[in-house]
């Protein structure tokens, strides 16, 4: 189901990480939603695509530094932010210091800007990296045990307890949601563990090849980009007097092993060989759950998510096949 026509006035958007993975889709399915012109990019290295390029404005932001956050606020009379930018679980464990760093300070000084400027609303994603090994696996409760061993996991639990007590303390409206690993044909992802279920595509379609970084049995939650966004705006876009939770919804669509990846791909490219040399992410992944109780996202602002598997992987091989076959992968 698509999202419904928007209507109304059209909010003035600042998207921090737009050069990231959910970053490079929600921005252009935001200007195309609220106008190009309402929808500002902002990154700190260049964009590599020319839809993020032209296709609105861009500005560079460190969010590590808040002058550089409300310079871009003022310029374009910002009074939403998508807040994205954000060390994923893999790099954080390589770099700590700096997941701490970009994650808390980047979203502090967001947080702060909102609060002195009384900006309308804010979007902050957490993730399922917020549970942690004493969380019940399977369909994972919305509350419940948040003991991460991960600093990415750390600091989205800090994230979510910041958010909700801007929320309490001075009426910023704050949402988020926990994120599952999120899959996408457009922007690579970087540094995360549940980016082999992106990766497998390019090496499947280039090599027929792939060496997972994960153990075949590892049951992780996902979610197809569409989906994402969907969700995202959704969540924006609904009735704050409908909202039971601020920043920490639960969020699902699917999950799956490698080895049932595999299998679904094999459906398309039969030859696909597979290996498994499990690394430090395992760990990681053994961590997480296997699936996530979303219903108070269902109930709230009617949530219901789209693809499944199967729609998921035959849409991926399309897009990334009619990549290959332009000579662009
Ligand atoms: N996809 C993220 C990661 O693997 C989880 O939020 O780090």
């Known amino acids: ?3 419904k026509a ?8 600042l998207v921090t990480g737009a050069v990231g993975q959910i970053g490079s889709e929600l921005t252009p399915a935001l200007r195309q939603r609220y106008g190009a012109e309402n929808v500002v ?17 861009f500005e560079f932001i460190d969010v ?25 679980s893999a790099a954080g464990e390589k770099n700590p210091q700096l997941a701490w760093d970009v994650n808390i300070n980047g979203l502090y000084n967001v947080l702060e800007v909102a609060r002195e400027r009384k900006l309308a609303r804010v979007f902050c994603p957490s993730s399922i990296a917020a549970f942690g090994p004493e969380t019940p696996r399977d369909n994972t409760p919305q509350e419940t045990v948040l003991r991460p061993r991960t600093m990415y996991g750390v600091t989205k639990v800090t994230g979510e307890l910041l958010c ?43 090599h027929k090849r792939y060496n997972c970084f ?23 876009e609904a009735d704050l007097s409908r909202l039971t939770r601020h920043s920490d919804y639960n969020l699902a669509a699917f999950s799956f092993s490698p080895a049932e990846l595999v299998a679904e791909i094999k459906k398309h490219i039969p030859d696909l060989a597979c290996t498994y ?44 096949g009619k990549k290959h076959a332009e000579g662009k992968l």
């Open 1 to 3: 189901m698509a999202l």
């Open 6 to 13: 928007f209507t109304g006035k059209s909010p003035r958007i």
């Open 41 to 57: 990019a902002a990154g700190h290295k260049k964009p590599p695509s020319p839809e993020l390029r032209d296709g609105g404005p």
């Open 64 to 88: 590590t530094r808040r002058e550089t956050i409300e310079a871009v606020v003022e310029k374009y009379n910002i009074d939403t932010i998508y807040h994205l930018a954000a060390i994923l």
């Open 164 to 206: 909700d007590y801007y929320f309490y303390r001075f009426g910023v409206d704050v949402r988020g949601v926990r994120y599952p690993g999120i899959i996408s044909s457009e922007t690579p992802p970087g540094g995360g563990t549940t980016d082999y279920a992106v990766e497998i595509f390019y090496e499947a379609i280039k």
């Open 214 to 236: 994960l153990r075949e049995d590892t049951v992780l939650p996902m979610m197809y980009m569409p989906d994402c966004i969907k969700a995202t705006i959704q969540l924006m």
């Open 277 to 320: 040399n499990p690394d430090f992410r395992q760990q990681i992944a053994d961590s997480w759950p296997r699936s996530i109780d979303d219903s108070a996202a269902r109930r709230d602002w009617g949530w219901k998510p789209d693809y499944d598997l199967a729609s998921m992987v035959a849409d991926m091989l399309e897009k990334l």
